[in-house]
């Protein structure tokens, strides 16, 4: 089809066309681009429009937590697949005034109906729902733009919400990727009535390239947009989305809604070979991704591994990297939970002492079985922003599974989420669901510190993968010497702790696929749709250059950061960073 048009008999044509990749002239041949770098300000999302947006804010004046929520808010739009008003939001903020690091946990809760007993005797119910009504837990992602801008901010919902309540009215193209997801969801969003009159055309996707439009999603950005995060909450779309909820069945009420409150909590963390690496707290997932990087630098050595000497093409790496995350899934599947109900010992979890004790469980000639399966799928959004003062931003946003629960919220254009089937219905499980508990969340953001100084924001999104791939990214950069550029264009590996199966991506299966086969690995070859996207900013400062001045000067006389940005941005997905 000339110019990759799409026609009925190839809706996505580029996926037959048999041609091998161009190389770069210097640096990593199979880089895919180049780093991005920028010292006004800098923004990497996975949509070209989101960083757009989240740039139009810097370049107007705006700091890089108001470009945060702005360019979000427009993956709300164009990526619903992902993310959405109707999900959950997670962020880690190193605030350059202040000298210090925050962590934002607006990950909602469970209605106040949400028992063990509502599943099992009212719903007949084994585990909570994936899908429908039962899924969605309350929405935290509005209560997390609102925190964080008026903790942080210096705009209001009605600038950093303009862009995307824009592009909903005016219409977006449907790109590759977003359209393979739409295509594979058709029968779940076909199931819902809402779902299918907001995403679907005559009840089948829209064609690749195409303009979509959400009138009813712009029309709850504008109410927002007047009444703030009370217009979500307690206004007239917490009426329709009780009103959702209850016509399937379900038993989230208007107290539910009005209640809920984002939490600020204290990042985790733990030293990699002299880099802090900080993630959120449970419930989020990221201990593993600490666990894991204990155990390769902690039991490495015992067992006569130098990761720096054997570099990314050499079958050990892979293979300590992944037993390590074996034995960190593990404890994550069996303690992990809402610490406000639960006892999740995480100090102790991520405490060189206690990786320590792990070393022995690794064989360096032998794979090993995971003590505890489980594990989760999903769809997210990750993105990074900074600003001229120093400001970083690293944020997480999802959805869950793909769009979601289905089930859409009349008539204002937006999945709610499927959270609440993380919960789990076993009385011995921490995890068990109860009222106004969070569940197990999959969704972190993650950035790295040295000497007290912010280095880096960065995060991979992917449901279970996300640990996983925060702890590849760390060696990746810090053992192997990557830019945050090359790091993501290299290949990874995902582990399913249920199946024990190993998926490499291509190129990397080609390489050491039968070398782990060899170690009793049970292998197989995945395309990029396997192991997430990331985005990731790092701050190199130029000691030579003063502080940033906190007054009207900064952008006056638009002054740059005393450093350099550089920005990575994953070619698994549609993105880019942006700067200037």
Not at 30 to 56: C, K, M, N, W
Not at 122 to 138: D, S
Not at 198 to 225: D, M, V
Not at 529 to 550: C, H, K, M, N, W
């Amino acid at each position: 089809n000339p110019f990759g048009r799409p026609s009925a008999d190839k809706p996505q044509p580029g996926a037959g066309i048999a041609a091998v990749p161009g190389s770069r002239a210097q640096g990593w041949l199979a880089q895919g681009r180049s780093e991005v770098l920028a010292r006004h300000g800098i923004v990497a999302t996975s949509d070209p429009l989101a960083s757009q947006a989240g740039l139009e804010i810097l370049r107007n004046g705006g700091n890089a937590i108001d470009a945060a929520v702005a360019a979000a808010a427009v993956l709300d739009v164009t990526s619903q697949n992902d993310t959405g008003i109707g999900g959950d939001l997670f962020a880690i903020i190193w605030s350059a005034k202040d000298k210090k690091l925050y962590a934002l946990n607006s990950g909602g809760w469970a209605p106040a109906g949400w028992t063990p007993d509502f599943f099992t005797n009212r719903l007949k119910a084994t585990r909570v729902p994936g899908n429908g009504v039962n899924a969605a837990t309350v929405p935290g992602a509005i209560s997390g733009y609102d925190a964080m801008l008026k903790r942080f901010g210096t705009v209001t919902f009605k600038e950093a919400f303009e862009r995307a309540a824009r592009v909903a009215e005016e219409g977006w193209a449907l790109g590759e990727r977003r359209h393979a997801d739409l295509r594979n969801s058709v029968k779940g969003l076909q199931a819902d009535a809402d779902s299918a009159t907001t995403f679907l055309e005559n009840g089948q996707a829209p064609a690749l390239y195409s303009i979509i439009r959400n009138p009813g999603l712009a029309k709850a950005l504008r109410l927002i947009q007047t009444q703030g995060r009370d217009g979500f909450y307690k206004g007239d779309i917490a009426k329709a989305i009780v009103a959702k909820v209850q016509a399937g069945g379900g038993v989230m009420t208007l107290d539910d809604l009005a209640e809920f409150q984002s939490e600020w909590v204290e990042p985790i963390s733990t030293s990699y070979h002299g880099y802090d690496v900080f993630q959120l707290p449970p419930p989020g997932q990221g201990f593993a991704a600490l666990q894991m990087l204990n155990i390769a630098e902690v039991c490495a050595p015992k067992l006569g591994i130098k990761l720096t000497d054997l570099g990314p093409s050499d079958p050990m790496n892979w293979h300590l990297l992944v037993e390590a995350k074996k034995l960190a899934y593990s404890d994550l599947l069996a303690k992990n939970a809402d610490p406000k109900f639960a006892n999740v010992p995480v100090a102790q979890l991520i405490s060189k002492e206690y990786a320590a004790t792990l070393c022995g469980r690794i064989n360096p000639n032998a794979a090993s079985k995971p003590g505890v399966a489980g594990g989760t799928e999903g769809g997210t959004i990750y993105m990074a922003a900074a600003d001229r003062w120093g400001n970083m931003v690293s944020l997480v946003h999802s959805v869950f599974s793909v769009y979601g629960s289905r089930a859409t919220v009349p008539p204002y254009g937006f999945v709610l989420h499927n959270r609440g089937s993380a919960f789990s219905l076993d009385p011995k499980s921490p995890n068990i669901v109860a009222p106004h508990k969070r569940p197990f969340h999959s969704i972190i953001a993650g950035f790295v510190m040295k000497d007290g100084a912010p280095l880096m924001a960065f995060g991979n999104m992917g449901g279970s993968v996300q640990p996983e791939t925060h702890a590849q990214h760390i060696v990746n950069l810090v053992d192997h010497g990557m830019n945050v550029q090359m790091t993501t264009d290299a290949a990874r590996f995902t582990h399913n702790q249920n199946s024990n199966v190993l998926s490499l991506e291509t190129a990397l299966f080609n390489l050491v696929g039968a070398a782990l086969k060899g170690k009793g690995h049970e292998v197989r070859a995945v395309t990029g749709g396997s192991v997430g996207g990331y985005q990731g900013i790092l701050f190199t400062r130029d000691a030579r250059l003063p502080e940033p001045v906190f007054d009207a000067r900064a952008v006056r006389d638009d002054l740059p950061v005393n450093g350099v940005y550089r920005a990575g941005s994953d070619h698994r997905k549609d993105g880019q960073a942006v700067g200037w």
